[in-house]
């Protein structure tokens, strides 16, 4: 806690997800790099002046490396305020771990966000001491904690199994022995908590609203705030400033077809395109899967490549 700050903390403040990226993601049609930094600055603002624990879910970043600079000079300076936590997320590695190549790690090595790990830190929340620890992704949660009298509460980034998520799930909910509360990152939708044993799951999806879907209709960016009690813990959540689905997704994908005269028209479609264009390159990979057919494998292979080098760039 290196900046001064309160270590009595009212509560905390569950941050999932933000996918931080310089880019409009899916069919949003709005300045997402500068909302998103607006709803996570919303949320570390809402923390500081209601003294409570700001903790990342995972996934500060969409891509792990080459973020641009300004990008990064923005969330340095977004966390001088205050002390930051958090843990590591998909997006926020290229490797199997976190490393110097990664953005993350600049964030990290500044003394701007403390990353927490399975070795747990004992802080006191509303007078009452608790142990906070943290599992990245792609690591084995443990199977037990030592915590004494304290309340613990551990926080992931994982794909578990709950409710629609079932194929993609690689951890099962069950009980693990002295973990009060497990918070979880990664899977965007908000889900009930679910009780096993001791370990209450809960799964409080995330701050930014990145693909046009029925999960993305559905949900309310919201961080989660937590507040220990001596019988356990409450939670409730903490509604982030946002536009409506219509105002900030597109009504409809934007479609292009193709009138007879083959390469010509291809390049004139490419050309309408790229005036309504999302910058992820959301709209230009159904239009190529649409219209690909009508050119030769070697020529189709060659604009694919094309297309992924100007996408990913």
């Known amino acids: 806690m290196s900046k001064g700050m309160s270590t009595d903390y009212k509560g905390i403040l569950a941050i999932g997800d933000p996918h931080l990226e310089d880019r409009v993601p899916g069919y949003r049609s709005d300045d997402y790099p500068r909302v998103i930094l607006q709803k996570l600055q919303w949320c570390l603002d809402t923390a500081r002046h209601e003294n409570l624990m700001p903790v990342l879910l995972g996934d500060l970043f969409n891509v792990p490396r080459n973020n641009p600079n300004w990008l990064v000079v923005e969330v340095l300076d977004m966390f001088a305020a205050q002390d930051v936590f958090g843990i590591v997320g998909n997006h926020d590695i290229y490797e199997n771990e976190l490393n110097e190549h990664d953005t993350l790690r600049i964030i990290e090595e500044a003394g701007r966000l403390t990353l927490l790990d399975d070795r747990g830190m004992d802080v006191e929340i509303g007078g009452l001491p ?62 009930p908590p679910v009780q096993r044993g001791s370990t209450t799951w809960i799964n409080p999806g995330n701050i930014a609203r990145r693909e046009r879907s029925q999960i993305t209709l559905d949900h ?17 959540y903490r509604e982030i400033p946002h536009r409506t689905f219509a105002e900030v997704f597109q009504a409809k994908e934007e479609t292009v077809d193709l009138l007879p005269g083959g390469p010509s028209s291809f390049v004139a479609g490419l050309a309408e395109l790229h005036a309504r264009r999302t910058t992820s390159g959301t709209g230009l990979a159904s239009f190529l899967d649409k219209h690909l057919g009508k050119f030769e494998d070697d020529v189709a292979t060659e604009i694919r490549r094309l297309a992924k080098e100007v996408t990913d760039a």
């Not at 989660?224 to 813990?233: F, M």
């Open 130 to 191: 608790v142990r906070i620890g943290g599992t990245d992704w792609g690591k084995a949660l443990p199977r037990s904690v030592e915590a004494g009298e304290r309340l613990v509460l551990w926080f992931t980034h994982h794909d578990l199994h709950l409710p629609g998520f079932e194929r993609s799930a690689k951890v099962r909910l069950g009980e693990i022995p002295g973990v009060d509360l497990i918070i979880n990152g990664h899977i965007h939708k908000r889900m």
């Open 220 to 236: 309310v960016p919201a961080a989660l705030e937590l507040t220990p009690t001596k019988k356990g813990w409450t939670h409730a």
